[in-house]
């Protein structure tokens, strides 16, 4: 079963340093013996009132000697390294017997790791016969048990009132460890006091600095570029859609214009349509009016015309005008009445003009 709460430790050192073990192990042999270079190890075992000296390099381990902490010593570990070349290169360990340090194993909750040495330095009484103020100790996570959520932690310690004589007289003597390790065997712990460490190279810390402000130009470039793109795609865009709307507005005016056209187009229709024409009228008139029918007057205005005449049938004409397309709503304006001298009926009559040439359904 996958556990999400499962707390995720990474030994960065320890990748890197595997890492690159897997990488050199593609490297031919010969290749690798020059390009990674192992310094070697001259490990310090204290044998009486001296010191014994061992070499690890990478033709095996060989043993140096011994040599006191006197002036007779000093001459001999002199002569030692002038006879050994491969010496001025080697780390100097001191390897703490096991009467001269402590071993121990504990276990402590998963909370303790992130600050470790802090909560060792708490405990140190009561894990320990000492203080924290009276050991040099060091620690590591061995194991992490899950199940009980706790680590399993291995520390090793050597009281501050034995190392420090023993440093003293190392370093009077010209023998300069810089790490100090729990033996028998090595085991990779690191207990030197602080004052007796070597001053730190500062060229890594520069390298590791010149990374890091590499790496935030870069980081700052990833997520500044997709920014300044937007923003010439935002402005792109806000040019394009300008034009656009320049061209929109063109068009706008355009179509008011056509519809304007459109209408003023069709307000002359509808008046060519609804207009009768004077000539159709005339025509027309003459066409419905019989013969020896005289028109004495004819005013016409606003679509209506009134016609004054003489006709031997007056009556006949209201029915002969309202069969013609181009009258309508024709009626007597005044009674009929006869003229003595000619005979004929006089009669006023008026009538609607419509447009006789287009139906009057579709004039609407």
Known sequence: MLKLDTQVNLDVAKFFRWWGGELAFLIPERLRKILIRRRPRL???????????????????????????????????????????????????????????????????????????????????????????????????AERLNDTRQIKVEMVLTPRAKLDPLMEELTAAGWRPIRVDVGPEPLGYDLLPEKYRPPRNPLPQILNGVAAGIFLLLLGAVLLFPIAMNKGMVEQLQREMKATSKVAAEVESLKNDAEKLVHENGFLQRKKQNEPAMVDMLEEMTKVTPDQTWLNGLQYRDRKVVIQGQSPTASSLIERFEASPYFKNTSFVSPVTKDVASGQERFQIATEVVNGRIPEKAAE
């Open 43 to 141: 490990f310090l075992r204290m044998a009486g009132e001296g010191v014994a000296c061992t070499l690890i390099d990478e033709t095996g381990a060989r043993e140096m000697g011994e040599f006191l902490l006197d002036d007779a010593g000093s001459q001999q570990r002199e002569a030692l390294f002038s006879g050994n070349v491969e010496l001025e290169d080697a780390e100097v360990i001191l390897l703490l017997l096991p009467e001269q340090s402590l071993r121990k194993s504990m276990k402590l909750p998963f909370a303790a790791e992130e600050n470790l040495m802090q909560v060792l330095a708490f405990e140190m009484d009561r894990l320990t016969p000492f203080k924290a103020d009276q050991v040099y100790y060091a620690a590591r996570v």
